[in-house]
């Protein structure tokens, strides 16, 4: 079974700022996909952005990009010119290939941006 | 196109009661996701439909939460009888389908409080 783990319970920015939210996961597949979703207080869950393991290219939109390390199983999203629309819990998202594209998330890290 | 509709937004009960849920995803997405996020957790999944039938229901408890897929549309999550533990928020997600990490679209949850 896969697990994915967030380290870092809560973390905060200064607006402008730039932070980097860590995400590991461990797993005996080859190919797999990996997300990270947003929470905002209105609880929708809210796609930020998605890896494919098989591309060495890190993935980016817009202000947010991530440093996927596949060897050591590391996936962490950083978000440059944080906004207060940031604001919000950060879940990691595991998806096995071949099996119903379920999810399996890590325990979330809540991001406060600071004024 | 319109997002993943749920309803109720919240729920109050008393430990034993039933209660059910209702989701409508969004339109022509073919897989249908339940999933229970406890406070201060990441969601876990505890059903999934393709189309009308059923893929995974491995971490559904069985005894007492039942789903159902009509017409492979609107779906709807039953609890009965309820227990305290069951305090959760209950978030429905959708996918066009089952093809390799195809992103899930959330609704925004029906938080239930059991008393």
């Known amino acids: 079974a896969q697990t994915v783990t967030q380290s870092q319970p809560e973390m905060s920015v200064q607006e402008a700022e730039t932070v980097t939210l860590s995400c590991t996961y461990d797993?005996?597949?080859?190919?797999?996909?990996l997300f990270w979703y947003k929470q905002p207080p209105s609880r929708q869950m809210i796609l930020v952005i998605r890896?494919?393991?098989?591309?060495?290219q890190n993935a980016t939109e817009n202000r947010f990009s991530v440093n996927f390390q596949k060897a050591a199983k590391s996936f962490s999203l950083k978000i440059s010119d944080s906004q207060l629309g940031d604001t919000a819990m950060y879940f990691c998202?595991?998806?096995?290939?071949?099996?119903?594209?379920?999810?399996?998330f890590g325990g979330g890290t809540r991001l406060m941006v600071k004024p | 196109e319109a997002g993943v509709a749920q309803s109720p937004r919240y729920k109050i009960i008393e430990k034993r009661q039933s209660v059910a849920f209702w989701c409508n995803p969004i339109?022509?997405?073919?897989?249908l996701y339940w999933y229970q996020q406890i406070l201060g957790q990441g969601p876990k999944l505890l059903i999934q439909f393709q189309n009308n039938g059923v893929v995974d229901d491995s971490q559904l408890p069985k005894d007492r939460f039942s789903a159902e897929r009509l017409k492979g549309v609107d779906s709807t999550l039953k609890i009965q009888p309820a227990k305290l533990e069951d305090s959760a928020v209950y978030l429905c997600a959708s996918s066009l389908g089952q093809g390799a990490g195809q992103p899930q679209h959330f609704g925004d949850g029906t938080r239930l409080s059991i008393l």
């Open positions: 339109s022509g997405h073919a897989t």
């Open positions: 797993t005996s597949e080859n190919n797999y996909y």
């Open positions: 998202a595991f998806m096995k290939i071949n099996a119903g594209n379920m999810l399996t």
């Open positions: 890896q494919e393991a098989y591309k060495q």
